[in-house]
């Protein structure tokens, strides 16, 4: 049994990680690149190694240099946090070779969830209600073939990359007109940014609402489902607040939507944390959308709701312990705010540079996963979350008060963020009364109509 | 201390990151601290441009290589640009130590199978002024 975890990350996630070792007596080795020398991780840890420059290819992506570090500094497990190489198997596979123990999924089950196309077929063929769409991925298509696969299905139509992820590589169209040119820009895109050009076909819903079920699943193949996060606000794909229970979900519903991950889990063999994500559609409905295979930005949410230290978990199963066996129950409600160095006055863009002032909130339900502190300079070369809130309370009300009153007491300095935003969409009635969906913040707050800009591509991020 | 030493000594921190130095002989004492502006400027050079060859990556640092025979590390020595000073061994992937420059090898170090980190001074050069 490993005692010794190096943590393939930075920023939040790694002291997050970290902390959870620490939890378990385990020792800690970070790494960093150049621009993270400040880091707070590389203070926590036990030790820390500097591999590489700030660009994240030639640090954070670098298998190489990660996987020499591991070996100088005598590491026997491997903690991938979320983003960069937390879902490549490629990097898993590297990281058994070298006789480490990669704290995730197996390859071949980060290989069948990582490829959505693939995903949906497995998911489909063993009951679980999908989407409308395309069966399998398309590299190449005939305009007459394309034409006629898109009217079978349905318009408005989603155009999505079958390696995608964080909101790259998609397109909306709503009639045969713009159909061509929406394919061959999502090709481009799905080419640029994942290597990958292939694309499939969904029909769009409306007004939907984004929830996932964490699930963990041990080395024995045992599977347990958590209760759902609602992860419906969001812009460009990228959420932006995450709740559990949602307030749309029945206890029936959440039933259905358990089993339906556990099955997902079973079909792709899956083990260690996961999240299996719906949309839900106003009727009630719901329908497979995707395996995410690693642990989530939003896992405190359902760590706050139910109790449970979901990476002590986590790196318990990767050590061949088995699962708990306890129910998970839910204890009260919780949301949380991921505070992100953008200005949301200047269509979010990010805003890196040195914090001169730093006061996060605290009291009872109140939790803030940082690797901020007054001082610290945010690197420019990363992505932009700095801060995660996460407040819990007995009731929806009392969580949504409490997340209030700590966005209000909640001083950053120096650097723009999006904390006004978040003020804004909790004064917001159609929020306080649970009526959102994927669109709505941009509908809201941002003034756009529809909710699929083109995307450009940055550093990849869940 | 006169005004020569002090400047000398600023001028030495000034040439690393160090943000602020106290330092204490006998009756000397000396506080040096550095103002954000001055740090994140650099304009200041040091009369002495000695110049550190950072470490390509992290691994183990070898003089030698197979087919290759093993760099020369004496002090004092002359070297020309891109002269190979070793190799750092990155999991298979097996990189060179270049000098940056043309100059005198001043300060060796590292030891060969040391580890290292990527960025960490491995030779101290020192390099003709102008260059």
């Known amino acids: 049994m490993f005692k010794k975890v190096l943590v393939a990350n930075r920023g939040e996630i790694a002291v997050r990680v970290i902390r959870a070792c620490r939890r378990l007596g385990l020792q800690t080795v970070a790494i960093y690149s150049e621009a993270d020398r400040e880091s707070l991780h590389l203070r926590l840890a036990d030790e820390a190694w500097c591999i590489g420059p700030g660009p994240s290819a030639q640090s954070y992506l670098c298998v190489e240099a990660i996987l020499s570090a591991a070996r100088l500094s005598g590491a026997q497990a491997v903690h991938p946090g979320y983003g960069f190489l937390s879902e490549n198997s490629r990097f898993a596979r590297a990281c058994r070779e070298a006789g480490l123990v990669f704290i995730g999924p197996t390859e071949e089950a980060i290989e069948k969830s990582g490829n959505k196309a693939v995903a949906r077929v497995l998911a489909k063929a063993n009951g679980v209600p999908v989407v409308p769409g395309t069966e399998g991925a398309f590299r190449t298509l005939s305009q007459a073939a394309l034409q006629k696969l898109a009217a079978s299905i349905g318009y408005p139509l989603m155009i999505k990359a079958a390696a995608g992820g964080g909101g790259r590589g998609i397109r909306l169209t709503r009639d045969p007109r713009g159909l061509l040119t929406d394919w061959e820009t999502a090709g481009r895109e799905a ?187 945010v690197p420019s070369y990363y992505d932009s979350l700095i801060a995660k809130l996460i407040c819990c309370g007995k009731d929806r009300r009392s969580a949504l008060a409490r997340a209030r009153n700590a966005l209000e007491e909640f001083q950053i300095a120096g650097i723009d963020t999006t904390l006004s935003l978040h003020r804004r969409i909790l004064e917001c009635e159609a929020f306080q009364r649970g009526k959102v969906h994927t669109g709505f913040v941009e509908q809201e707050f941002l003034n756009h109509t529809v909710p699929m800009d083109p995307i450009l591509p940055k550093e990849p991020h869940p | 201390m006169d005004l020569s030493q002090a400047k000398q000594i600023i001028d030495f921190i000034d040439s690393t990151d160090l943000m602020e130095v106290y330092w204490e002989k006998g009756q000397e004492r000396f506080h040096f601290k550095k103002s954000q502006e001055l740090s994140s400027s650099g304009t200041r050079l040091p009369s002495k441009p000695w110049r550190a060859v950072a470490s390509p990556a992290v691994g183990v640092f070898r003089l030698g290589k197979p087919g290759y025979p093993g760099c020369d590390d004496t002090e004092g020595r002359d070297l020309k640009k891109g002269e190979k000073l070793g190799w750092i061994e990155m999991g298979r992937k097996v990189i060179p130590v270049e000098s940056p420059a043309a100059g005198r090898l001043r300060r060796v170090l590292i030891q060969e199978g040391e580890a290292v980190h990527y960025g960490q001074p491995l030779f101290l050069i020192e390099v003709p002024t102008g260059v």
Request: proline share 7%; with cysteine.
């Open chain 1, 191 to 377: 080419q640029a940014a994942f290597g990958d050009g292939s694309l499939y076909l969904e029909r769009y819903l409306e007004r939907p609402r984004h929830v996932e079920i964490q699930i963990a699943a041990d080395l024995e193949g045992r599977v347990l489902a958590f209760p759902e996060r609602d992860c419906s606000l969001q812009r460009k794909h990228q959420k932006l607040v995450e709740e559990s229970p949602s307030p749309a979900v029945s206890p029936r519903l959440r039933r259905s939507l358990q089993e339906a991950a556990c099955r997902v889990a079973r079909a792709v063999r899956y083990s260690n944390l996961g999240t299996v994500e719906f949309l839900l559609s106003p009727e009630g409905k719901f329908y497979f959308m995707e395996v995410n295979s690693r642990l989530q930005v939003e896992h405190p949410v359902t760590e706050m709701v139910t109790g449970i230290d979901l990476v002590c978990e986590q790196i318990r199963i990767a050590q061949g312990r088995p699962m708990r066996r306890r129910p998970v129950k839910i204890l009260g409600h919780a949301i949380e705010h991921r505070i992100n160095a953008e200005n949301p006055e200047r269509n979010f863009s990010p805003s890196p540079g040195r914090v001169s002032k730093w006061r996060p909130p605290a009291g009872q339900g109140v939790r803030v996963d940082t690797h901020v502190y007054e001082g610290y300079c």
